[in-house]
Structure formats: C-alpha cells, structure tokens
C-alpha cells in the first residue's frame, strides 16, 4: 500500500486527533526556515479530486492564512508542491500560484508545479512555466494505484524528466519505496535533469519500531529501503527532502526517537550537503501539527554540527532553488 492511499483509508478520527507527543517548540523564531513541501488547496485556488475521500482532518480549507498559523512564531519561508490534481487543472494551479508569489503577500517563494512529462505536450507546457523564475521544478506522484510498477523508466516519460533538464527545472521524486532502484536508472538516464527524492524515500518509521502498530501492510523492510536510499544517494547531486514521514505514525503516540532510524540514515547516506527540510503541511496532521514535526526534527539533529543543522533547514534549499 502507497502513500496515496494511506490517505484515504487512514481513519479519520485518529487524524482529527493529530498531535505530537512533543509540544513545545524551542526554535527561535530568528532563524530561519525554508520549507520545501508546502500544499495549499481549497477556496478559490484548486480542489483537487482525492482531498474528497481523504481522512476528515484534511477535508478542509488550507491556504496561506493557516499556513502562517500553522508556523506562528517561526521565521518561515516556503516553497510550493503541486497537490495531484485533475490534470486539466494543471495550469490552472501553476497559473494561480505563480500569482501569488508575483503579489508578494506570500512567504511562499518560489513553486513546484505537477504535469506529466509523458504528455505530448509537455515540452510547451513547461515553457509556459521555465522563465519565470519562481517555477523551480516538476513533480508527477508515482506511487498512486493507477500508476504501475516501472512506470517513469517508460521511454516518453524519461523523455519528459530530460526535456525538464534542457530548460533548467528539477524533477521532485515521489514514489513507493520499493521502487527506489527504477529512480536510480531514471536519474542516470537524465544527466542534465536535477532531481529532488521527496519523503525520505516514503522510508516507514513503523518498519523500525513494531511498536507504532502494524499500520499499513508494506512490502519495504528495513533494510530494503535502506539499500534503495544508499543507491539513490549514490548518484550525484541528487537532493533528499527530510519530510513526510511523520504521517505514517499514529496522532499522539509516538517520540523524535520513532522518527530518528529514517531520519538518521537519509542524513548520513546523503550527506550535510544534499538535505533539506519539508514540512508537508497539511498532509503532516494526520500524525502531528507540524510544530510537533519540527520539534521533533530539531531534537534528532540536536547533536549533529551547528553548521550542517543550518544546511537543513535553510542553506541547502536556498542554494538548491536558487532563491
């Protein structure tokens, strides 16, 4: 079972309870955060289609005035990540956010807007987007039931991820965690393409630690999504977002310490260099306010270097996106 539908069979009275075990946060508020996951849906932006059977918590409206509420108190920047919707609403979302941004009202800075780059069209669609400045990248979710096993080492696909290349934007990869290795092939087939593994690799905190519950029947062990990470991490350049995974934890019931196995391993296998950090907000409520992700995050690397906690949470995605 996929990431895609955990959402929409997760239960939805545990979601509404979604809260970290950890409450206070101890950031200061000068320092600042650049989260590269942000969503935004609802109102007159987009509605896209799955938010309709998604676990209660998420059935709401989630724009820029939550988001700040959401981060009270924190210096936060933000980069956008497209939200799957119909594809016929695709620039429609790119279009909608790009104003935003333009207007300056925002802290969102910049965006990842979704398309399929097996499409005809993609060449056209991207031009549309690759001089503004503020689109950085692309990102199709891949671990969606409709999406079959190898799906983005299909010749018009990988044409598409290089066609992103050619115009100087990023791919963003999200996708199950026991297809990690059809992301190496893909990034070797795409030497001028940047690429951005999201989630940790989708890496379960529920594979290390029993005790979180049975959760979802996954077919990633351990050490198969620790091989997968050691392979992507591997190729050159490649960046690892530090985010999603305190999704797939029950609401309430779980400590930094259940996080820090799928934590650790990206940070090590990826170095101080290619890690940032994401927030994932809304998505994150269905196991924490993302206060309580933070939180959590700032306690795991509490012991690594001043210099590289930075990296993390500001400098690498700073430099990555160009900001």
Not at 214 to 226: I, S
């Amino acid at each position: 079972m996929n990431r895609r539908q955990f959402l929409h069979t997760a239960s939805a009275s545990a979601a509404a309870l979604a809260a970290s075990s950890c409450t206070t946060t101890t950031r200061r508020a000068d320092k600042l955060i650049i989260d590269t996951h942000q969503h935004l849906w609802g109102g007159d932006f987009v509605n896209p289609p799955w938010v309709k059977t998604a676990p209660e918590v998420l059935q709401h409206t989630f724009l820029t005035p939550e988001y700040q509420e959401a981060f009270h108190g924190l210096n936060v920047k933000a980069i956008y990540m497209e939200v799957d919707v119909a594809p016929k609403d695709h620039i429609k979302e790119a279009d909608a956010i790009v104003a935003q941004i333009r207007a300056r009202n925002t802290p969102t800075v910049a965006a990842t807007i979704g398309g399929r780059p097996a499409s005809p069209d993609f060449e056209s669609y991207v031009q549309r987007y690759a001089g503004t400045g503020i689109v950085k990248g692309l990102r199709q979710v891949l671990h969606g039931p409709s999406t079959p096993r190898g799906y983005c080492l299909r010749p018009d696909f990988v044409r598409g991820v290089q066609t992103l290349g050619r115009h100087g934007l990023n791919f963003e990869l999200t996708m199950r965690p026991t297809e990690l290795h059809d992301a190496v092939k893909l990034i070797q087939q795409c030497p001028e393409t940047h690429f951005v593994l999201d989630h940790c690799g989708n890496g379960d905190p529920k594979a290390f630690n029993p005790k979180l519950g049975p959760g979802l029947p996954r077919t990633c062990t351990a050490d198969g999504w620790k091989r997968g990470i050691d392979a992507v991490a591997a190729q050159p350049g490649v960046m690892c977002k530090i985010s999603g995974i305190v999704a797939f934890v029950p609401p309430g019931e779980w400590r930094a310490e259940d996080l820090a196995p799928v934590v650790n391993h990206c940070l090590d296998a990826f170095g101080p260099d290619r890690v940032f950090f994401g927030g994932d907000w809304p998505v994150c409520l269905l196991g924490s306010r993302v206060r309580g992700w933070v939180e959590a995050l700032d306690q795991i690397v509490a012991s690594r270097p001043f210099a590289d906690q930075r990296k993390l949470w500001s400098g690498n995605a700073t430099r990555f996106y160009q900001l």
